[in-house]
Protein backbone atom coordinates (compact mmCIF):
# COMPACT_ATOMS: atom_id res chain seq x y z
CA UNK A 1 0.00 0.00 0.00
CA UNK A 2 2.94 2.33 0.17
CA UNK A 3 2.56 3.36 -3.08
CA UNK A 4 -0.85 4.93 -2.42
CA UNK A 5 1.32 7.90 0.13
CA UNK A 6 2.86 9.05 -3.71
CA UNK A 7 0.61 8.87 -6.43
CA UNK A 8 -2.65 6.87 -7.63
CA UNK A 9 -2.58 7.73 -11.07
CA UNK A 10 -0.28 7.02 -13.77
CA UNK A 11 -0.51 6.08 -16.78
CA UNK A 12 0.61 2.39 -18.96
CA UNK A 13 1.89 2.16 -22.49
CA UNK A 14 -2.36 1.66 -23.41
CA UNK A 15 -3.26 5.36 -21.72
CA UNK A 16 -5.32 3.39 -19.19
CA UNK A 17 -4.97 4.40 -15.65
CA UNK A 18 -3.16 2.38 -13.23
CA UNK A 19 -3.54 2.26 -9.30
CA UNK A 20 -2.25 0.01 -6.79
CA UNK A 21 -4.71 -2.07 -6.10
CA UNK A 22 -6.66 -1.79 -2.96
CA UNK A 23 -7.13 -5.00 -0.68
CA UNK A 24 -10.79 -6.44 -1.58
CA UNK A 25 -10.94 -3.06 -4.02
CA UNK A 26 -12.40 -3.70 -7.50
CA UNK A 27 -11.61 -1.95 -10.73
CA UNK A 28 -14.58 0.83 -11.66
CA UNK A 29 -12.12 2.87 -13.94
CA UNK A 30 -11.24 -0.53 -16.31
CA UNK A 31 -12.47 -3.13 -15.18
CA UNK A 32 -15.68 -5.12 -16.99
CA UNK A 33 -18.79 -3.24 -15.63
CA UNK A 34 -21.17 -5.75 -14.87
CA UNK A 35 -18.60 -8.11 -13.00
CA UNK A 36 -17.16 -5.35 -11.07
CA UNK A 37 -20.63 -4.00 -9.93
CA UNK A 38 -21.87 -7.46 -8.73
CA UNK A 39 -17.72 -7.86 -7.39
CA UNK A 40 -18.61 -4.72 -5.38
CA UNK A 41 -21.91 -5.25 -4.60
CA UNK A 42 -22.19 -9.16 -3.68
CA UNK A 43 -20.89 -8.07 -0.19
CA UNK A 44 -22.69 -4.88 0.10
CA UNK A 45 -26.13 -7.62 -0.11
CA UNK A 46 -24.62 -9.84 2.18
CA UNK A 47 -24.18 -7.03 4.44
CA UNK A 48 -27.99 -5.67 3.92
CA UNK A 49 -28.88 -9.30 3.87
CA UNK A 50 -27.73 -10.33 7.42
CA UNK A 51 -28.47 -6.54 8.67
CA UNK A 52 -32.31 -7.19 7.46
CA UNK A 53 -31.94 -11.13 9.09
CA UNK A 54 -30.70 -8.73 12.34
CA UNK A 55 -33.20 -6.37 12.46
CA UNK A 56 -35.90 -9.30 12.13
CA UNK A 57 -34.56 -11.52 14.86
CA UNK A 58 -34.38 -8.52 16.73
CA UNK A 59 -38.31 -7.96 15.97
CA UNK A 60 -39.32 -11.70 16.75
CA UNK A 61 -37.16 -11.69 20.04
CA UNK A 62 -39.17 -8.07 21.04
CA UNK A 63 -42.80 -9.61 19.58
CA UNK A 64 -42.38 -13.22 21.35
CA UNK A 65 -40.81 -11.93 24.86
CA UNK A 66 -42.52 -8.89 25.09
CA UNK A 67 -45.47 -8.87 23.12
CA UNK A 68 -46.73 -6.75 20.93
CA UNK A 69 -47.43 -3.33 22.49
CA UNK A 70 -43.44 -3.19 22.95
CA UNK A 71 -43.15 -4.46 19.21
CA UNK A 72 -45.18 -1.12 18.67
CA UNK A 73 -43.08 0.72 20.48
CA UNK A 74 -40.13 -0.22 18.85
CA UNK A 75 -42.06 0.98 15.28
CA UNK A 76 -43.09 3.91 16.71
CA UNK A 77 -39.66 4.77 17.62
CA UNK A 78 -38.11 3.69 14.04
CA UNK A 79 -39.01 6.98 12.13
CA UNK A 80 -37.98 9.83 14.63
CA UNK A 81 -34.72 7.32 15.06
CA UNK A 82 -34.22 6.84 11.29
CA UNK A 83 -34.87 10.89 10.88
CA UNK A 84 -31.84 11.88 13.04
CA UNK A 85 -29.34 9.06 12.25
CA UNK A 86 -30.33 9.33 8.88
CA UNK A 87 -29.39 12.87 8.50
CA UNK A 88 -25.77 11.95 9.99
CA UNK A 89 -25.46 8.94 8.11
CA UNK A 90 -26.32 11.79 4.94
CA UNK A 91 -23.44 13.57 5.60
CA UNK A 92 -20.80 10.37 5.82
CA UNK A 93 -22.47 9.36 2.74
CA UNK A 94 -22.11 12.25 0.66
CA UNK A 95 -18.57 13.06 1.64
CA UNK A 96 -17.86 9.60 0.80
CA UNK A 97 -18.65 10.52 -2.51
CA UNK A 98 -15.84 13.21 -2.22
CA UNK A 99 -13.49 10.43 -1.41
CA UNK A 100 -14.85 8.37 -4.30
CA UNK A 101 -14.18 11.06 -6.72
CA UNK A 102 -10.80 12.08 -5.14
CA UNK A 103 -9.78 8.74 -5.82
CA UNK A 104 -11.22 8.30 -9.25
CA UNK A 105 -8.56 11.56 -10.15
CA UNK A 106 -5.74 9.46 -7.92
CA UNK A 107 -5.32 12.38 -6.12
CA UNK A 108 -3.86 10.88 -2.45
CA UNK A 109 -3.07 14.24 -0.60
CA UNK A 110 -6.78 15.29 -1.78
CA UNK A 111 -8.16 11.93 -0.32
CA UNK A 112 -6.75 12.45 2.83
CA UNK A 113 -7.77 16.12 3.32
CA UNK A 114 -11.19 14.58 2.56
CA UNK A 115 -11.10 11.98 5.06
CA UNK A 116 -9.92 14.42 7.66
CA UNK A 117 -12.09 17.44 6.50
CA UNK A 118 -14.97 14.14 6.89
CA UNK A 119 -14.08 13.76 10.67
CA UNK A 120 -14.30 16.92 11.93
CA UNK A 121 -17.92 17.17 9.99
CA UNK A 122 -18.73 13.31 11.57
CA UNK A 123 -18.17 14.98 14.57
CA UNK A 124 -19.64 17.96 14.83
CA UNK A 125 -22.92 15.72 13.09
CA UNK A 126 -22.61 13.22 16.55
CA UNK A 127 -23.21 15.42 18.92
CA UNK A 128 -25.82 17.42 17.52
CA UNK A 129 -27.70 14.52 16.78
CA UNK A 130 -27.47 13.47 20.42
CA UNK A 131 -28.13 17.14 22.01
CA UNK A 132 -30.85 17.46 19.41
CA UNK A 133 -32.61 13.62 20.39
CA UNK A 134 -32.69 13.84 24.14
CA UNK A 135 -34.05 17.86 24.02
CA UNK A 136 -36.94 16.63 21.65
CA UNK A 137 -37.69 13.14 21.64
CA UNK A 138 -40.53 12.97 23.65
CA UNK A 139 -42.69 16.35 22.57
CA UNK A 140 -42.11 14.63 18.92
CA UNK A 141 -43.87 11.11 20.28
CA UNK A 142 -47.07 12.82 21.83
CA UNK A 143 -46.92 15.04 18.30
CA UNK A 144 -47.20 11.57 16.33
CA UNK A 145 -50.00 10.41 18.82
CA UNK A 146 -47.68 7.20 20.00
CA UNK A 147 -50.06 5.21 22.03
CA UNK A 148 -50.27 5.22 25.26
CA UNK A 149 -48.85 1.67 25.34
CA UNK A 150 -46.37 1.98 23.66
CA UNK A 151 -45.22 5.84 24.79
CA UNK A 152 -42.88 4.87 27.84
CA UNK A 153 -41.56 1.96 25.50
CA UNK A 154 -40.42 4.30 22.97
CA UNK A 155 -39.24 6.72 24.76
CA UNK A 156 -36.79 4.05 26.57
CA UNK A 157 -35.35 2.71 23.59
CA UNK A 158 -35.07 6.30 21.63
CA UNK A 159 -33.04 7.93 24.90
CA UNK A 160 -30.97 5.24 24.64
CA UNK A 161 -29.96 4.82 21.86
CA UNK A 162 -29.38 8.38 20.18
CA UNK A 163 -27.51 9.02 23.71
CA UNK A 164 -24.34 7.07 21.69
CA UNK A 165 -25.08 8.60 18.53
CA UNK A 166 -21.43 8.85 17.61
CA UNK A 167 -21.21 5.16 17.86
CA UNK A 168 -23.61 4.67 15.14
CA UNK A 169 -21.91 7.48 13.12
CA UNK A 170 -18.17 6.16 13.58
CA UNK A 171 -19.28 3.13 12.40
CA UNK A 172 -20.27 4.04 9.64
CA UNK A 173 -17.92 6.57 7.91
CA UNK A 174 -15.18 3.42 8.36
CA UNK A 175 -17.92 1.44 6.25
CA UNK A 176 -18.36 4.11 4.01
CA UNK A 177 -14.56 5.39 3.33
CA UNK A 178 -13.59 1.84 2.66
CA UNK A 179 -16.68 1.41 0.12
CA UNK A 180 -15.31 4.90 -1.96
CA UNK A 181 -12.08 3.62 -2.61
CA UNK A 182 -13.93 0.49 -3.76
CA UNK A 183 -13.29 -1.96 -0.65
CA UNK A 184 -16.95 -3.15 0.46
CA UNK A 185 -15.58 -6.84 1.99
CA UNK A 186 -14.52 -5.54 4.84
CA UNK A 187 -17.17 -3.35 5.66
CA UNK A 188 -19.28 -6.68 5.12
CA UNK A 189 -17.26 -8.49 7.84
CA UNK A 190 -17.28 -5.57 10.69
CA UNK A 191 -20.86 -5.37 9.82
CA UNK A 192 -21.87 -9.02 9.93
CA UNK A 193 -19.70 -9.48 13.23
CA UNK A 194 -21.93 -6.56 14.52
CA UNK A 195 -25.32 -7.92 14.21
CA UNK A 196 -24.19 -11.38 14.95
CA UNK A 197 -22.93 -9.99 18.14
CA UNK A 198 -26.38 -7.62 18.71
CA UNK A 199 -28.17 -10.85 18.29
CA UNK A 200 -26.48 -12.91 20.43
CA UNK A 201 -26.74 -9.53 23.19
CA UNK A 202 -30.72 -9.06 22.50
CA UNK A 203 -31.05 -12.64 23.35
CA UNK A 204 -29.11 -12.08 27.15
CA UNK A 205 -30.46 -8.43 27.54
CA UNK A 206 -34.15 -9.20 26.53
CA UNK A 207 -35.03 -12.86 27.28
CA UNK A 208 -32.13 -13.78 30.06
CA UNK A 209 -31.71 -10.89 31.91
CA UNK A 210 -35.32 -9.01 31.64
CA UNK A 211 -34.48 -5.85 30.52
CA UNK A 212 -36.91 -5.31 28.26
CA UNK A 213 -36.76 -2.68 25.11
CA UNK A 214 -33.77 -1.10 27.01
CA UNK A 215 -32.35 -4.09 26.69
CA UNK A 216 -32.35 -3.80 22.86
CA UNK A 217 -31.29 -0.31 22.89
CA UNK A 218 -28.35 -1.73 24.90
CA UNK A 219 -27.28 -4.68 22.64
CA UNK A 220 -27.37 -2.51 19.37
CA UNK A 221 -24.90 0.43 21.21
CA UNK A 222 -21.84 -2.48 22.41
CA UNK A 223 -22.07 -4.22 19.07
CA UNK A 224 -21.56 -1.23 17.03
CA UNK A 225 -19.18 0.07 19.26
CA UNK A 226 -16.97 -2.52 19.00
CA UNK A 227 -17.65 -2.91 15.09
CA UNK A 228 -16.22 0.52 15.39
CA UNK A 229 -12.91 0.11 17.04
CA UNK A 230 -12.16 -3.01 14.58
CA UNK A 231 -12.85 -0.85 11.78
CA UNK A 232 -10.41 1.45 12.85
CA UNK A 233 -7.99 -0.94 13.26
CA UNK A 234 -8.18 -2.66 9.72
CA UNK A 235 -7.67 0.71 8.35
CA UNK A 236 -4.60 1.86 10.32
CA UNK A 237 -3.32 -0.93 9.15
CA UNK A 238 -4.39 -2.02 5.25
CA UNK A 239 -5.48 0.97 4.14
CA UNK A 240 -3.22 3.99 5.13
CA UNK A 241 -4.65 6.11 2.31
CA UNK A 242 -7.43 7.18 4.63
CA UNK A 243 -5.17 7.90 7.46
CA UNK A 244 -5.35 12.03 7.40
CA UNK A 245 -1.61 12.93 7.91
CA UNK A 246 -1.11 16.34 10.25
CA UNK A 247 -1.25 18.91 7.23
CA UNK A 248 -4.16 17.19 6.15
CA UNK A 249 -6.06 18.68 8.96
CA UNK A 250 -5.33 22.29 7.57
CA UNK A 251 -8.16 24.21 6.95
CA UNK A 252 -9.33 24.00 2.89
CA UNK A 253 -11.99 26.49 2.53
CA UNK A 254 -13.02 24.72 -1.36
CA UNK A 255 -13.15 21.20 0.19
CA UNK A 256 -14.88 22.26 3.37
CA UNK A 257 -17.21 23.93 0.88
CA UNK A 258 -17.99 20.93 -1.49
CA UNK A 259 -17.82 18.39 1.49
CA UNK A 260 -20.25 20.32 3.22
CA UNK A 261 -23.01 20.28 0.01
CA UNK A 262 -21.88 17.21 -1.12
CA UNK A 263 -22.96 16.10 2.41
CA UNK A 264 -25.93 18.56 3.25
CA UNK A 265 -27.62 17.33 0.25
CA UNK A 266 -27.30 13.49 0.82
CA UNK A 267 -28.62 14.53 4.61
CA UNK A 268 -31.18 16.34 2.94
CA UNK A 269 -32.21 13.82 0.88
CA UNK A 270 -32.20 10.99 3.71
CA UNK A 271 -34.14 13.24 6.02
CA UNK A 272 -37.16 14.06 3.89
CA UNK A 273 -37.54 10.53 3.01
CA UNK A 274 -37.18 9.98 6.95
CA UNK A 275 -39.26 13.23 7.63
CA UNK A 276 -41.90 11.84 5.37
CA UNK A 277 -42.16 8.25 7.07
CA UNK A 278 -42.06 9.62 10.14
CA UNK A 279 -45.62 12.16 9.01
CA UNK A 280 -46.83 8.50 7.38
CA UNK A 281 -46.15 6.68 11.07
CA UNK A 282 -48.33 9.59 12.54
CA UNK A 283 -50.98 8.49 10.02
CA UNK A 284 -50.64 4.90 11.15
CA UNK A 285 -50.33 5.30 14.56
CA UNK A 286 -53.93 6.94 15.19
CA UNK A 287 -55.39 3.80 13.60
CA UNK A 288 -54.25 1.73 16.74
CA UNK A 289 -51.17 -0.34 18.15
CA UNK A 290 -53.02 -3.41 15.90
CA UNK A 291 -52.40 -2.08 13.14
CA UNK A 292 -48.97 -0.30 14.55
CA UNK A 293 -47.41 -3.66 14.93
CA UNK A 294 -48.90 -4.62 11.64
CA UNK A 295 -47.35 -2.75 9.73
CA UNK A 296 -44.01 -2.50 11.80
CA UNK A 297 -43.77 -6.55 11.17
CA UNK A 298 -44.48 -5.98 6.96
CA UNK A 299 -41.89 -3.50 6.96
CA UNK A 300 -39.48 -6.00 8.55
CA UNK A 301 -40.27 -8.19 5.69
CA UNK A 302 -40.83 -5.34 3.14
CA UNK A 303 -36.63 -4.71 3.95
CA UNK A 304 -35.89 -7.69 2.29
CA UNK A 305 -37.49 -7.11 -1.03
CA UNK A 306 -35.77 -3.73 -1.35
CA UNK A 307 -32.40 -4.90 -0.06
CA UNK A 308 -30.90 -5.63 -3.75
CA UNK A 309 -32.26 -2.01 -4.35
CA UNK A 310 -30.33 -0.60 -1.61
CA UNK A 311 -26.93 -2.94 -2.73
CA UNK A 312 -27.57 -1.13 -6.56
CA UNK A 313 -27.89 1.77 -5.12
CA UNK A 314 -24.80 2.29 -3.04
CA UNK A 315 -22.85 0.58 -5.75
CA UNK A 316 -24.41 3.22 -8.62
CA UNK A 317 -22.71 5.29 -5.62
CA UNK A 318 -19.17 4.50 -5.86
CA UNK A 319 -19.21 3.16 -9.21
CA UNK A 320 -20.15 7.09 -10.37
CA UNK A 321 -18.31 9.12 -8.23
CA UNK A 322 -14.88 7.09 -9.11
CA UNK A 323 -15.95 7.49 -12.91
CA UNK A 324 -17.17 10.79 -12.19
CA UNK A 325 -13.73 11.69 -10.94
CA UNK A 326 -11.83 9.94 -14.29
CA UNK A 327 -14.32 11.51 -16.50
CA UNK A 328 -15.84 8.15 -18.06
CA UNK A 329 -19.45 9.67 -18.99
CA UNK A 330 -19.96 6.61 -20.90
CA UNK A 331 -19.16 3.92 -17.82
CA UNK A 332 -21.87 6.02 -16.01
CA UNK A 333 -24.37 5.92 -17.98
CA UNK A 334 -24.04 2.27 -18.80
CA UNK A 335 -23.46 1.22 -15.34
CA UNK A 336 -27.10 2.48 -14.75
CA UNK A 337 -28.28 0.75 -17.15
CA UNK A 338 -27.43 -2.59 -15.54
CA UNK A 339 -28.12 -1.36 -12.38
CA UNK A 340 -31.84 -1.58 -13.48
CA UNK A 341 -31.39 -4.45 -15.16
CA UNK A 342 -30.42 -6.20 -12.30
CA UNK A 343 -32.89 -4.73 -10.30
CA UNK A 344 -35.91 -5.67 -13.00
CA UNK A 345 -34.91 -9.58 -12.47
CA UNK A 346 -35.09 -9.43 -8.44
CA UNK A 347 -38.33 -7.80 -8.40
CA UNK A 348 -40.07 -10.83 -10.86
CA UNK A 349 -38.68 -13.36 -8.12
CA UNK A 350 -39.57 -11.34 -4.92
CA UNK A 351 -42.82 -10.83 -6.38
CA UNK A 352 -43.34 -14.02 -7.43
CA UNK A 353 -42.62 -15.60 -3.94
CA UNK A 354 -44.59 -12.96 -1.82
CA UNK A 355 -47.73 -13.69 -3.76
CA UNK A 356 -47.83 -17.03 -2.26
CA UNK A 357 -45.92 -16.91 0.83
CA UNK A 358 -47.01 -12.95 2.36
CA UNK A 359 -49.64 -14.15 5.18
CA UNK A 360 -47.05 -16.74 6.55
CA UNK A 361 -44.03 -14.14 6.98
CA UNK A 362 -46.25 -12.04 8.61
CA UNK A 363 -47.15 -14.71 11.07
CA UNK A 364 -43.65 -15.60 11.41
CA UNK A 365 -42.28 -12.64 11.96
CA UNK A 366 -44.96 -10.45 14.39
CA UNK A 367 -45.81 -13.77 16.47
CA UNK A 368 -49.69 -12.77 16.05
CA UNK A 369 -52.33 -14.69 14.34
CA UNK A 370 -54.35 -10.94 15.28
CA UNK A 371 -56.32 -10.95 11.84
CA UNK A 372 -55.72 -7.06 11.56
CA UNK A 373 -51.93 -8.20 12.05
CA UNK A 374 -51.43 -10.57 9.32
CA UNK A 375 -54.27 -9.58 6.96
CA UNK A 376 -52.90 -5.79 6.62
CA UNK A 377 -49.51 -6.54 6.53
CA UNK A 378 -49.80 -9.40 3.46
CA UNK A 379 -51.87 -6.97 2.03
CA UNK A 380 -49.10 -4.27 1.83
CA UNK A 381 -46.74 -6.40 0.84
CA UNK A 382 -48.65 -8.01 -1.84
CA UNK A 383 -48.92 -4.67 -3.42
CA UNK A 384 -45.59 -3.08 -2.54
CA UNK A 385 -43.20 -5.54 -3.46
CA UNK A 386 -43.96 -5.20 -7.59
CA UNK A 387 -44.01 -1.38 -7.34
CA UNK A 388 -40.51 -1.86 -5.56
CA UNK A 389 -39.54 -1.46 -9.43
CA UNK A 390 -40.46 2.13 -9.83
CA UNK A 391 -38.19 3.14 -6.62
CA UNK A 392 -35.44 1.08 -7.68
CA UNK A 393 -36.03 3.21 -11.24
CA UNK A 394 -35.93 6.22 -9.50
CA UNK A 395 -32.76 5.52 -7.06
CA UNK A 396 -31.19 4.13 -10.34
CA UNK A 397 -31.69 7.69 -11.61
CA UNK A 398 -30.81 10.03 -8.35
CA UNK A 399 -27.36 8.05 -7.02
CA UNK A 400 -25.83 9.16 -10.28
CA UNK A 401 -26.89 12.33 -10.43
CA UNK A 402 -26.01 12.30 -6.65
CA UNK A 403 -22.88 10.83 -7.09
CA UNK A 404 -21.88 13.67 -10.29
CA UNK A 405 -22.40 16.49 -8.09
CA UNK A 406 -25.99 17.27 -9.10
CA UNK A 407 -27.05 18.12 -5.02
CA UNK A 408 -30.58 20.07 -6.25
CA UNK A 409 -32.50 17.56 -7.88
CA UNK A 410 -32.01 14.64 -5.40
CA UNK A 411 -33.45 16.83 -2.81
CA UNK A 412 -36.14 17.77 -4.65
CA UNK A 413 -37.18 14.37 -5.05
CA UNK A 414 -37.15 14.24 -1.60
CA UNK A 415 -39.09 17.23 -0.95
CA UNK A 416 -41.98 15.77 -3.23
CA UNK A 417 -41.72 12.57 -1.36
CA UNK A 418 -42.00 14.49 1.97
CA UNK A 419 -45.11 16.84 0.44
CA UNK A 420 -47.22 13.68 -0.93
CA UNK A 421 -46.94 12.09 2.57
CA UNK A 422 -48.08 14.93 4.23
CA UNK A 423 -51.21 15.14 1.49
CA UNK A 424 -51.69 11.75 2.18
CA UNK A 425 -51.87 11.59 6.04
CA UNK A 426 -54.41 14.46 5.81
CA UNK A 427 -56.45 13.91 3.59
CA UNK A 428 -56.66 9.84 2.56
CA UNK A 429 -55.62 8.06 5.80
CA UNK A 430 -58.49 9.53 7.53
CA UNK A 431 -61.26 8.61 5.05
CA UNK A 432 -59.54 4.61 3.43
CA UNK A 433 -57.57 3.91 6.66
CA UNK A 434 -54.97 1.52 6.32
CA UNK A 435 -55.28 1.14 2.39
CA UNK A 436 -54.22 4.39 1.90
CA UNK A 437 -51.05 3.77 3.74
CA UNK A 438 -50.73 0.77 1.60
CA UNK A 439 -50.86 2.80 -1.40
CA UNK A 440 -49.02 5.90 -0.78
CA UNK A 441 -45.56 5.42 -1.51
CA UNK A 442 -45.54 3.50 -4.97
CA UNK A 443 -47.98 6.42 -5.86
CA UNK A 444 -45.77 8.55 -4.59
CA UNK A 445 -42.50 7.14 -6.21
CA UNK A 446 -44.26 7.55 -9.65
CA UNK A 447 -44.02 11.08 -9.48
CA UNK A 448 -40.24 11.38 -7.97
CA UNK A 449 -39.32 9.42 -11.11
CA UNK A 450 -40.69 11.36 -13.52
CA UNK A 451 -38.90 14.43 -11.74
CA UNK A 452 -35.44 12.57 -11.74
CA UNK A 453 -35.89 11.43 -15.17
CA UNK A 454 -36.83 14.95 -16.76
CA UNK A 455 -33.11 16.29 -14.90
CA UNK A 456 -31.16 12.99 -15.30
CA UNK A 457 -31.97 13.70 -19.36
CA UNK A 458 -31.40 17.30 -19.40
CA UNK A 459 -27.61 16.81 -18.94
CA UNK A 460 -25.88 16.25 -21.86
CA UNK A 461 -23.50 13.64 -20.99
CA UNK A 462 -26.15 11.83 -19.63
CA UNK A 463 -28.31 11.82 -22.55
CA UNK A 464 -28.45 8.12 -24.11
CA UNK A 465 -25.89 6.68 -26.63
CA UNK A 466 -25.70 4.37 -28.76
CA UNK A 467 -22.84 2.36 -27.56
CA UNK A 468 -24.81 2.66 -23.97
CA UNK A 469 -26.20 -0.55 -25.40
CA UNK A 470 -25.88 -3.37 -22.29
CA UNK A 471 -27.57 -6.61 -23.82
CA UNK A 472 -24.73 -7.61 -25.56
CA UNK A 473 -22.43 -7.66 -22.62
CA UNK A 474 -24.06 -9.09 -19.98
CA UNK A 475 -22.58 -12.18 -20.31
CA UNK A 476 -19.82 -11.24 -22.67
CA UNK A 477 -16.17 -9.56 -21.58
CA UNK A 478 -16.57 -6.07 -23.09
CA UNK A 479 -16.54 -3.05 -20.72
Not at 110 to 135: F, N, P
Not at 250 to 278: C, F
Request: net charge positive; with cysteine; charged share 15%.
Amino acid sequence: MAGHDKTLKEENGTGTQVRPKIQAGVDFINGNIPKEMLKFALPILASVLFQNFYHTIDTVIVGHVLGETQLAAIGAAGPFYNLLIGMALGMGSGMSIVVGRSYGKGDSALIKRSVATAIKIAACMALLVTVTAQLIYRPVLRLLRTPVEAYGGASDYISIITLFAAVTIAFNLCSGLLSAIGNSLMPMVFLIAANGLNIVLDIVFVAGFGMGIRGAAFATIISQLIAAVISLIYISSKCRILIPEKDSFERDGALYKEMLQQGLASSMMNSLVALGTLTLQGGINSLGYLYIAGHTTARKVYEYTIMFNMTVSQTLIAFCSQNKGAGNWNRIRKGRRYGIFFNFVMVVILTCIMAFAAPALIRLVSGSNDPVVVENGAKYLRFTTPCVMILATMNCTRMPLLAIGNKLVPVVAGLVEFVWKVIFVIFMIPRFGYNAVIVAEPVIWVCMLLWLLLSYYRIDELKPQKEDAILPEIFGSRS
